[in-house]
């Protein structure tokens, strides 16, 4: 399971350009995603990361379902907040890596 969770933030990374911020939580209290706010990002990219951090919710824990069903709610217009929101979680599975070792 690490080397997947290792896999989504490469992904990332390459496809933001910097490195993964580490976060002790998946997602913002409060936070509302919105549709149309901003730039669409690379769809596929976008889709293929959320996928598979679904499958992490299934399988790891409910901490990150919240997060990840308002994210899988823009798959056919992701915007760069969406993105970065992405990258909590992506950073927030990074914390859950180190609990597994």
């Not at 969770?5 to 992904?11: P, S």
């Not at 730039?39 to 919710?57: A, C, D, N, P, W």
């Not at 915007?79 to 927030?92: D, F, P, S, T, W």
Request: aromatic content about 8%; overall charge neutral; proline content about 3%.
């Amino acid at each position: 399971m690490d080397k997947k969770i290792a896999n989504i933030i490469r992904i990332y990374e390459e496809h933001i350009g910097e490195e993964v911020k580490i976060y002790d939580t998946p997602g913002k209290p409060n936070e509302y995603l919105g549709k149309h706010d901003g730039e669409q990002v690379e769809i596929e990219k976008y889709r293929s990361l959320v996928g598979q951090i679904m499958f992490f919710t299934t399988k790891l824990g409910l901490k990150l379902g919240n997060s990840t069903r308002a994210l899988s709610g823009f798959m056919s217009n992701p915007n760069e907040l969406h993105c970065k929101a992405l990258g909590q979680i992506v950073g927030y599975l990074i914390i859950i890596t180190q609990r597994l070792q």
